[in-house]
């Protein structure tokens, strides 16, 4: 829960960094990490993905990750890409901010009223989902996987 909370006040000037449309592309033109976000219940708003290079701060501390993303919606679907990314070990936290607020709106003990989600679906138990439980390999060229946010 505290997860959610710290995320929500980390993102408003973390996630300056540009902005990209989402749109669908040929995974084998691309180089890097491409992270497909499913589940997506409208188009309204962005999408925010974070990727970390170590369990330092992931999911809550956006400022320790490695880099940032922030994709429009368009017709249900995100993607957030991560290019020039040398191998090694990543994981992702995703949330989509429905009302383009540029915080993770969360009720009054921390969960979520948008969707959030993680690499692998690593799930949140009592906190958010463990670097473990979300990490995987990179290799080049491309790394391609779809998260699902709930």
């Known amino acids: 829960m ?41 188009s309204r708003g962005e999408v925010y ?12 501390e956006p400022r320790n ?9 368009v017709r249900k679907k995100a993607q957030c890409r991560f290019p020039s990314v ?8 995703v949330w989509h901010d429905e009302d383009g607020d540029q915080e993770l709106d969360s009720n009054w003990i921390g969960i979520p009223k948008e969707p959030v989600g993680a690499s692998n679906d690593a799930e949140a138990s009592f906190g958010p989902p463990s670097f473990d439980d979300a990490v995987f390999d990179f290799r080049a060229p491309v790394f391609r996987q779809t998260v699902r946010v709930e």
């Open 49 to 60: 993905c974070t990727l970390y290079r170590s369990a330092k701060g992931f999911p809550t």
């Open 2 to 42: 505290r997860f959610l909370v710290t995320l929500s006040i980390c993102t408003v000037g973390v996630f300056a960094i540009g902005s990209s449309a989402a749109a669908a592309s040929d995974a084998n033109e691309l180089s890097g990490i491409v992270i497909d976000v499913a589940n997506l219940q409208s």
């Open 65 to 73: 990750s490695f880099k940032q993303a922030r994709v429009r919606v």
């Open 86 to 93: 040398k191998p090694g070990r990543y994981a992702v936290a």
